[in-house]
C-alpha cells in the first residue's frame, strides 16, 4: 500500500500535477488498495485543516501583505542605505539587511522574495549583473523562513505535536538566522570586492541615521511585539498573528498612510491564494500520512533504523543527507507535512533534543527553496528578473553553500540552536 502511494505521487508530481493534488491522488490509490471507505478521505482532510494554531499562517501571510502594501519596503531600504554607508556591494548589504527585517514581519521567505525583488531589483542590476543580483535577493528573502515569526516553524511544531513549541522554535531561529545574516554580507563583500563592482550609497552619517531609524521605527516593533509577546507567554502565536494584522492595518492607515480601502481586496486575495496553497498541501498530505500510519510505516521505519545504528549522530545524519535530496525535489511543505510525523518521534527515541532536530530539519528543507531542480526561490527570482534558471543556478551556488556551511555549524554545535531557547527556559 504504501509502495502504490509512493509511486502514485511521484509519476503525478514527475508529470507536473500541482503536488497537493498528486498527494491527494496517491493517497486515494493507498485508501483504494487498502479498501477502505473513501469517506475516511474527506474526514481526514477536515480534521488537519480544522486546526486553532493553523490560523497562524495565513494571518501571518495576511499582516506581511499588509506591511507590503503600506509601503514599508522604501522605509526599510533607506534604513538599510543609512546603516551601510558607502562600501563595495552596498546595495547587496541593503538587500540582506532588508531581507532580515522583512523577515521578521513576513515569515515567509515567497513573499519577502516578491517585495525585495520588485522593489531592488531594477536598481541593483544598474551596479551588478542580474544573476548575481537575484542569487543576493534570493538568499536576503530565505531569512524568511528562519528568522521568527517563520511559517516553517508552525508547521513544523504543528505536524510535531506537543514535542516541541513554535515559541522555542522562533528562538532557536535567532542565533543562525543572525549568523546567516553576517554570512552573506561577507560573502557579498567578497564577490562585489573581486568583481570590482563600484561603490553604492551615502556616506555614513549618525544624524541620517536616526532620521531613517526614527521613520522605519514601526516596522521593527512589530517583531519585538509579536515575537516578544508569543515568547513571554502573553500570548499564543495564532493570536500573536491575529495582533501582527491589527498592527499592519494600524501603521498602513494611520502611520505611513499609504494603505488605502482598495488595496485591501488584492492584499486579502493575495494572502488566501497562498494561505490556500498550505492549507491543500496539509489537507492531503494528512490523508497519505493516515495511509502510512495504517500500513505501519512509521513503526516500520523506526525498528528499521534502530537495527541499522543505535547511534544518534548516525541517524541525525542519515536523516539530514535524506533531506538535503529530498528538499532538491519537493516542496518544502510538502515535506513537513509527510515527515515530520515519521522522523519526529524516531528523534526522540534517540535521546535528540526535539528544538534541536526540528531546527535542523527546518534550516535544511529552507536551504532546499533554494536548490535545483524545484527549488521555489529560483523560479520566484527568475519571473522577477527575466533570466535563465541556468544563469541563476550559476549565480546562486556559493550562497547556498553558505547556508550548508551553516547547517552543518549548527549540526556540529548544538548550542548554536538550542543555548538561546534553552536559556528562556524552552
Not at 5 to 31: D, H, K, Y
Not at 32 to 55: E, G
Not at 161 to 173: E, K, N, P
Not at 357 to 362: E, Q, R, W, Y
Amino acid at each position: 500500500m504504501t509502495f502504490v502511494v509512493i509511486i502514485t505521487f511521484l509519476v503525478f508530481a514527475l508529470l507536473g500535477m500541482p503536488l497537493a493534488f498528486a498527494l491527494g491522488f496517491a493517497s486515494l490509490g493507498g485508501l483504494f488498495i487498502a479498501d477502505m471507505d473513501l469517506s475516511v478521505m474527506p474526514q481526514r482532510m477536515m480534521h488537519a485543516v480544522d486546526n486553532f494554531p493553523l490560523m497562524a499562517i495565513p494571518l501571518f501571510m495576511l499582516a506581511g501583505e499588509l506591511m507590503v502594501s503600506a509601503g514599508i519596503m522604501q522605509r526599510l531600504i533607506d534604513f538599510a542605505n543609512s546603516i551601510i554607508g558607502r562600501v563595495h556591494g552596498g546595495l547587496a548589504h541593503v538587500a540582506i539587511i532588508s531581507g532580515m527585517i522583512l523577515a521578521a514581519v513576513s515569515g515567509a521567505a515567497v513573499a519577502s522574495a516578491s517585495a525585495l525583488g520588485s522593489t531592488l531589483v531594477p536598481s541593483m542590476r544598474k551596479q551588478y549583473d542580474t544573476g548575481y543580483s537575484s542569487s543576493v535577493i534570493a538568499s536576503a528573502a530565505n531569512l524568511g523562513a528562519i528568522i521568527p515569526p517563520s511559517n516553517a516553524m508552525i508547521v513544523y511544531a504543528l505536524m510535531a505535536g506537543s514535542s516541541v513549541s513554535v515559541g522555542g522554535l522562533f528562538m532557536a531561529g535567532i542565533v543562525p538566522g543572525i549568523i546567516l545574516t553576517i554570512g552573506f554580507m561577507l560573502l557579498a563583500s567578497f564577490i562585489s570586492y573581486k568583481r570590482d563592482y563600484p561603490l553604492t550609497g551615502d556616506g555614513f552619517q549618525i544624524t541620517n541615521v536616526i532620521i531613517q531609524t526614527r521613520r522605519a521605527i514601526v516596522i521593527i516593533l512589530m517583531p519585538v511585539i509579536v515575537v516578544g509577546g508569543i515568547v513571554g507567554g502573553i500570548f499564543t502565536a495564532t493570536e500573536g498573528a491575529a495582533i501582527a494584522v491589527v498592527y499592519s492595518l494600524i501603521s498602513g492607515f494611520f502611520i505611513t498612510r499609504k494603505l488605502k480601502l482598495t488595496d485591501l481586496p488584492g492584499v486579502l486575495f493575495r494572502s488566501a491564494v497562498t494561505a490556500a496553497m498550505v492549507g491543500a498541501l496539509i489537507a492531503f498530505a494528512a490523508t497519505v500520512t493516515f495511509v502510512f500510519t495504517i500500513d505501519l510505516v512509521p513503526m516500520r521505519l523506526s525498528g528499521f533504523i534502530q537495527n541499522f545504528t543505535d547511534n544518534p549522530q548516525v541517524f541525525l545524519i542519515l536523516v539530514m543527507v535524506m533531506l538535503i535530496m529530498v528538499g532538491m525535489f519537493i516542496a518544502s511543505n510538502a515535506a513537513y507535512i509527510m515527515l515530520v510525523p515519521l522522523f519526529a518521534p524516531i528523534a526522540i527515541t534517540f535521546g535528540i533534543d526535539p528544538l534541536y532536530f526540528g531546527f535542523l530539519f527546518v534550516l535544511n528543507l529552507v536551504v532546499g527553496m533554494m536548490t535545483p531542480p524545484v527549488g521555489v526561490l529560483l523560479f520566484v527570482m527568475c519571473g522577477i528578473s527575466k533570466i535563465s534558471m541556468s544563469e541563476m543556478i550559476h549565480s546562486v551556488w556559493p550562497f547556498v553553500v553558505l547556508q550548508y556551511i551553516v547547517l552543518i555549524l549548527c549540526a556540529v554545535f548544538p548550542q548554536m540552536v538550542t543555548g538561546l531557547p534553552h536559556y528562556l527556559g524552552y
